[in-house]
Structure formats: structure tokens, C-alpha cells
């Protein structure tokens, strides 16, 4: 049964707490309603940019600059990902960035530049925001 998405000052209150006190809580929390029981949450996957400095053998994910269409996702492309997340019943939007992709690529340092951003990680929060408030859908970002 899925869970219902916070209302958003409880969110934004999560969001302002310090990591030790949010990790502990969310561990209380799962202990007192989950016990030992494994779950998860349905989350939509959104690549901010499939650009990476790293070149890990095991990673499908990344390709280097001629091998995407652009350096990021516009925010039209970020809001098509997370609404098809949403109508196929996800409640969790998880943003993946790369590993700082602008040490490495011209294209990326160019592209961001256009955007408005100097670094890869300054563009997460506000495609996160906005996803929030289009969609309802819980943002995660974290480094691919």
C-alpha cells in the first residue's frame, strides 16, 4: 500500500534538520513502523546528465558528450520524466548527477554556463523544487 506524501511544511521542515538528526529519526521511524521488514518506495528515475568525470567499468549509465543529445536535461525534459513517474504511480522523483561531469567536459562547463549554474551539483535544488511543486513527487539527489 503506498504511503502518502508529506504535506509540504513537514517536508521543508525535514529538508532545514541536520543529517544526524534526520538519518536518526527516519531510523526510529522505520523501526517503530516496519520492525525488520524491507520496503521501498516507487521513484521515478531522472538523469540530470548522463555525463560523469568517472570512467567505471560496471556503470550502464554514463556516456561522454557525443554520445547525449545535450550536456543536461532542460526543465521541460526533468517535468516529462517526473509527470510519466507520477501516472505510473511513483512518489519519489531520484535525480542522478554525475560525478562532477564539468572537470572533465568542455560541454558541460559550456552547458551550465548557459544555464546559469557553475557545477553540476547548483542545478540539483532548484530541478528538485521544481519537480516538488509541479508534481507532489518527493525529490532525491544524489551523485551517480
Known amino acids: 500500500m503506498p504511503t502518502a506524501i508529506p504535506p509540504r511544511d513537514e517536508i521543508e521542515r525535514w529538508a532545514a534538520t541536520p543529517l544526524p538528526e534526520l538519518t536518526a529519526e527516519t531510523a526510529r521511524l522505520r523501526d517503530l513502523g516496519h520492525g525488520n ?8 528515475f531522472i538523469p540530470l546528465t548522463r555525463l560523469c568525470r568517472d570512467t567505471c567499468r560496471y556503470c550502464a549509465f554514463v556516456r561522454g558528450p557525443r554520445g547525449v543529445p545535450s550536456a543536461y536535461l532542460s526543465p521541460d525534459e526533468v517535468l516529462a520524466i517526473a509527470h510519466a513517474g507520477v ?5 519519489e522523483a531520484l ?5 562532477k561531469p564539468e572537470l572533465k567536459y568542455e560541454a558541460a562547463r559550456r552547458a551550465l554556463g548557459r544555464l546559469g549554474y ?7 535544488p532548484p530541478m528538485c523544487a521544481l519537480v516538488l511543486r509541479e508534481t507532489g513527487l518527493l525529490p532525491t539527489s544524489i551523485p551517480a
Do not use: E, M, N
Not at 521488514?37 to 521515478?44: A, D, E, F, L, T
Not at 535525480?95 to 560525478?99: H, S
Not at 557553475?118 to 540539483?124: H, L, N
Open 118 to 124: 557553475k557545477t553540476t551539483i547548483d542545478i540539483s
Open 95 to 99: 535525480f542522478t548527477l554525475g560525478d
Open 87 to 91: 501516472q505510473a504511480g511513483c512518489q
Open 37 to 44: 521488514i524491507v520496503s521501498y518506495s516507487r521513484k521515478v
